[in-house]
């Protein structure tokens, strides 16, 4: 496609379920992010990939947040045991190697964890 | 690491008058990247701006300008001529050039509303 897709669009979960968010970044684009973005904030980091290698995941506030980009283009961010203070946009990004490159950002997934 | 400091939760303008939207970065890199996003309530982020730190001069791009001031560690976005259109959340973020620390981090925004 011609941009970033992220899929389900929303997902509403009740808390203590688990939820897989996907990202397909701009075909050819070697690095991808995640971040998380709650109502009238600026997006925060969560990780980061470069082809299928997890460069840096400090950003991921516990361990019930996982990510993984295993044949370096579809990314997948899983959420365990979903908590209410999960609930934001998660956005994905993605840019070329040229690493001073804009993201290009997809529409983002909005989690309701009720 | 990285911090990116918006001062201004929100600003309001005139029509057709000029804004100015702060932002100062701290970074150790010497090579960097500063961009400025909007987000309009549709949620979607839209690149403005791009400075790259050796840039000798500030980045322009239509009514879109960047006041880079690299002593200082500013980088203010200055909007022309305000329109109606522009009412949104403004983002400015960094990305250092560091192979291992290339994220890009993000302020916590201004809010701005253009009044008619």
């Known amino acids: 496609g011609a941009g970033v897709s992220q899929s389900p669009r929303y997902k509403v979960a009740k808390r203590g379920q688990d939820v897989a968010l996907r990202c397909d970044p701009i075909s050819g684009h070697v690095s991808l992010f995640w971040y998380q973005q709650a109502l009238g904030q600026g997006p925060e980091f969560l990780t980061y990939?470069?082809?299928?290698?997890?460069?840096?995941k400090s950003g991921l506030p516990s361990d019930r947040f996982f990510a993984e980009r295993p044949e370096g283009s579809v990314s997948t961010l899983k959420i365990q045991r979903t908590q209410q203070e999960d609930s934001a946009v998660y956005l994905c990004a993605s840019s070329p190697k040229r690493t001073n490159e804009k993201l290009f950002f997809g529409s983002g997934t909005q989690l309701s964890v009720l | 690491a990285q911090k990116i400091t918006q001062t201004q939760p929100g600003m309001f303008v005139q029509e057709k008058e000029a804004v100015t939207l702060d932002c100062t970065y701290d970074?150790?890199?010497?090579?960097?990247?500063l961009f400025w996003y909007k987000q309009p309530s549709s949620g979607e982020m839209i690149f403005l701006i791009y400075q790259g730190s050796y840039d000798q001069q500030n980045a322009t791009e239509g009514r879109y300008s960047l006041n880079f001031q690299k002593a200082r560690k500013s980088a203010n976005l200055v909007i022309s001529a305000s329109q109606l259109g522009d009412s949104a959340m403004y983002f400015c973020a960094m990305r250092e050039e560091d192979i291992n620390n290339n994220d890009m981090r993000f302020g916590a925004g201004t809010r701005l509303t253009v009044k008619p």
């Open positions: 990939f470069q082809n299928e290698a997890q460069l840096d």
């Open positions: 970074t150790s890199d010497p090579s960097y990247g």
